[in-house]
């Protein structure tokens, strides 16, 4: 069993630029009311399996643009990390910077931020309770989407991705646990529908202990 997770496309109305404090925290605000970027892709076909998105335009536009007509669960818990200006000043700093020193706050819970990484992980983990045993298809937001990310590895989940390095717009990551695999090779093929010798071999010593 597996799920797949996407990240939300690029919003129209990114933080990027220099910003006063005032002027992040109002970029922040405008892109979680943007839509994405056109998607000009293949429709994926849910195929029956239960959508899960966070609020926002962002997701609720993804999910549209890159889903055959469906009908989501619409939970705040997979809604992006809310950020807000490490300080008030009229002083302009790169969008990067404002990001940085929020993350580093998050981190020592200050109260500036509206939510402290403790607080992202415990929600990354009633995700993962929630979903974590299902096929669901679920799109979410790249800052909270890594969080979960690492919480899944803590919980012994394979994630297989897309891309390298940085998590891109419409990356997609599947989800599954460790105990589904052969492990016996580079991979890491599924027991279900194993692809070398070593997992058929593991797939059959399994079905003849059940």
Not at 80 to 95: C, H, M, V
Not at 108 to 119: F, G, L, Y
Not at 141 to 157: D, K, Q, T
Not at 159 to 185: A, D, N, W, Y
Request: charged fraction near 25%; glycine fraction near 6%.
């Amino acid at each position: 069993m597996s799920f797949t997770i996407i990240c939300i496309g690029q919003p129209e109305k990114p933080v990027q630029g220099t910003y006063t404090s005032a002027g992040f925290d109002a970029a922040v605000h405008a892109e979680l009311e943007s839509a994405v970027l056109p998607y000009n892709g293949r429709q994926y076909n849910p195929d029956g399996k239960q959508i899960w998105l966070g609020e926002g335009m962002p997701a609720q536009d993804t999910a549209n643009k890159i889903l055959l007509p469906c009908s989501p669960v619409v939970d705040p818990l997979l809604n992006e990390i809310p950020l807000r200006s490490f300080t008030d000043t009229d002083k302009q700093y790169p969008a990067e910077t404002w990001k940085r020193k929020a993350a580093a706050q998050r981190k020592h819970a200050d109260p500036r931020q509206i939510e402290s990484r403790q607080a992202v992980i415990e929600r990354a983990e009633k995700v993962i309770e929630k979903i974590g045993n299902t096929e669901a298809i679920v799109i979410t937001y790249p800052l909270f989407l890594e969080e979960l990310l690492n919480r899944l590895r803590v919980h012994s989940f394979v994630v297989q991705r897309t891309g390298i390095m940085k998590i891109q717009p419409l990356e997609r990551f599947l989800v599954s646990r460790r105990e589904e695999h052969c492990g016996g090779c580079q991979h890491n093929c599924f027991l279900s529908n194993p692809g070398c010798g070593v997992g058929r071999d593991k797939a059959l010593r399994q079905q003849r202990k059940e």
